[in-house]
């Protein structure tokens, strides 16, 4: 289902990035709305990431809006966009792999609450944010491998966490670049059913390679080529667009 009739979330505006000649970014427009997946996918190189990265503010856009909540949030930082409900995991993990997993989670509780401790220890003592960071964990499915260390935890338990971690800001909206990255069947299955049921509490804008979850997941699916968005569409209107089929899904079935 999508939720045709309600307002964005989310809205990108006319989005134009280069990096010295290339133009990463072309005139990129489209909306998030409450309840949805919308997936972004493309082929490598075509400008997932340094989209994904202008909407959370990692980078600023040459042209164009960002829109979040009503609000123009284009020149903001990535810390207040964070602030504002912005939840975003990443590519390549910004764990801290000598904390236990129960610590990342604080941590992320703590940027959320704008508390500071003078030492990090004293903030592991606030029940406030110790209960934060066990329900993120519990609903991820980490909660007893809490007191271990992060760099213990396998590749698709680490995904997990980097969810965790987004959930403790209380998202009102989710950026997600390839969660399911290097997971095996089983991992991907279980993130599957989980965004599934998560996109009802904050909708998800999904970069992902893996096709069967975007096509099982997504509500709508923009195509990404060459920095444009060349197609916008349910996973029906997707799979039949002859111009998605050139440019990228025909590659897919190669690989
Ligand atoms: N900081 C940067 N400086 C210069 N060029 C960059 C920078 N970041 C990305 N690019 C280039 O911009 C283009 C888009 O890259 P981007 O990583 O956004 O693509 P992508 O669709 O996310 O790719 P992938 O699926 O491989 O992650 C590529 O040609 C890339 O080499």
């Known amino acids: 289902m ?6 964005p979330v989310l809205k990108v505006e006319n989005i134009t990035k280069y990096f010295g000649a290339l133009r990463a970014s072309h005139n990129i427009s489209l909306d ?4 949805e997946i919308h997936a972004l996918i493309g082929p490598n190189g075509a400008g997932k990431s340094t989209l994904i990265k202008q909407i959370a503010g990692g980078l600023t856009p040459d042209e164009g809006r960002i829109e979040f909540l009503d609000d123009d949030i284009t020149s903001l930082d990535t810390i207040a ?3 504002m409900g912005l939840g975003r995991t990443f590519q390549i993990s910004s764990l801290a792999l000598d904390y236990s997993v129960l610590q990342n989670a604080v941590l992320g509780a703590l940027g959320a609450k704008r508390k500071s401790y003078g030492f990090f ?3 592991m003592k606030d029940q406030e944010l110790l209960n934060i960071a066990h329900q993120a964990l519990k609903r991820v499915g980490l909660d007893e491998r809490a007191n271990i260390r992060t760099s213990e935890l396998s590749h698709g338990e680490r995904r997990q966490l980097e969810v965790a971690v987004a959930l403790t800001l209380s998202p009102k909206a989710f950026l997600m670049d390839e969660p399911m990255a290097g997971l095996g069947a089983g991992g991907s299955a279980r993130l599957t059913t989980f965004l ?4 009802h509490e904050a909708p998800i804008l999904l970069i992902e390679h893996d096709m069967d979850a975007v096509f099982k997941l ?3 699916i923009s195509v990404l080529v060459y920095g444009e968005v060349i197609a916008t569409g349910s996973a029906d209107e997707i ?3 002859e111009d998605v089929r050139k440019a990228y899904l025909g590659e897919e079935t190669d690989e």
Do not use: F, I, Y
């Not at 998030?32 to 309840?35: D, K, V, Y």
């Open 81 to 83: 966009r964070a602030r």
């Open 218 to 220: 997504a509500d709508r």
């Open 2 to 7: 999508t939720n045709a009739d309600t307002k």
């Open 239 to 241: 799979r039949s667009n």
């Open 196 to 199: 599934d049921e998560l996109r």
């Open 121 to 123: 220890r004293s903030a």
């Open 32 to 35: 998030l709305r409450p309840g």
